[in-house]
């Protein structure tokens, strides 16, 4: 068993998770050990229905679990109180973003983080303007969410988390729906924050540049893996037969 750092922000201790009867009754994670400390950042990947975002949503309480349990700062998190101290703290940003926008207006779902924070309503207003002018969608403020393209819904789900100023972030597959241009402004945006992550995404490339760690779920339990082994990168362009190296 891998022991969690003493200063993680969250450890997962032996943990379980299976679907109900009425759902399968499959069971997806077993004896499972995984924590984040300060200043990790951790790529995890792997094949569709391997546990990834179930992993997160046990984290996050929003799964419940069949064995083990769940420490934020060393203490086990027992009850809803508890996993709402630690989603205040660990910002998860869904697959999809039609599950995390609720409100009419941008500026309103990004202020609503704040607001839930115990901010008056014109620091929250503030908060969330900074924020949205961090990733450059300021213009974005009054737009209706419902009218946005899937790569802006996701960025304002990114920046209604942001917003909350977390300890940490869990990042389920960030940048579907995102144009190029869209993917390179997050990468940089992540690389630039100093704060705790676990990402997962098949764009094995984005997970490089954001991740100094690599895991995937083997047999329902966490396998970490070296980046140069971890996959195999086949590509073709001019002068590729001869030796070079890649940036």
């Known amino acids: 068993m891998e022991q969690p750092s003493a200063d993680a922000i969250f450890a997962l201790e032996g943990i379980a998770f299976a679907y109900p009867a009425a759902q399968g009754g499959c069971e997806v994670l077993r004896e499972l050990d995984f924590s984040l400390a300060p200043g990790q950042r951790i790529g995890l990947y792997g094949p569709n229905g391997s546990g990834k975002t179930t992993l997160l949503r046990c984290i996050t309480g929003l799964c419940r679990l069949s064995a083990g349990k769940v420490l934020f700062h060393g203490v086990p998190v027992e009850d809803e109180e508890g996993f709402h101290r630690l989603r205040c703290a660990v910002g998860y940003v869904l697959q999809s973003a039609d599950d995390q ?122 396998s970490w893996t070296s980046p140069l082994t971890s996959h195999t990168h086949r590509h073709a362009h001019p002068g590729g037969g001869s030796p070079h190296s890649h940036g």
């Open 101 to 222: 926008l609720f409100f009419p207006t941008v500026l309103e779902d990004v202020a609503f983080g704040p607001l839930n924070l115990g901010m008056g309503a014109d620091e929250a207003r503030d908060c969330a303007l900074d924020t949205l002018r961090s990733l450059g969608m300021e213009s974005f403020a009054d737009r209706l969410t419902h009218r946005l393209s899937g790569g802006e819904k996701k960025m304002a789900s990114l920046a209604a988390v942001l917003a909350m100023k977390p300890e940490a972030l869990l990042l389920d597959e960030p940048t579907g729906g995102l144009d190029m241009a869209s993917q390179d402004r997050l990468c940089e945006l992540l690389k630039s924050l100093d704060v705790a992550r676990v990402t997962i995404s098949h764009d094995w490339d984005f997970l490089a540049e954001v991740s100094d760690a690599f895991c995937t779920i083997q047999d329902k339990a966490i």
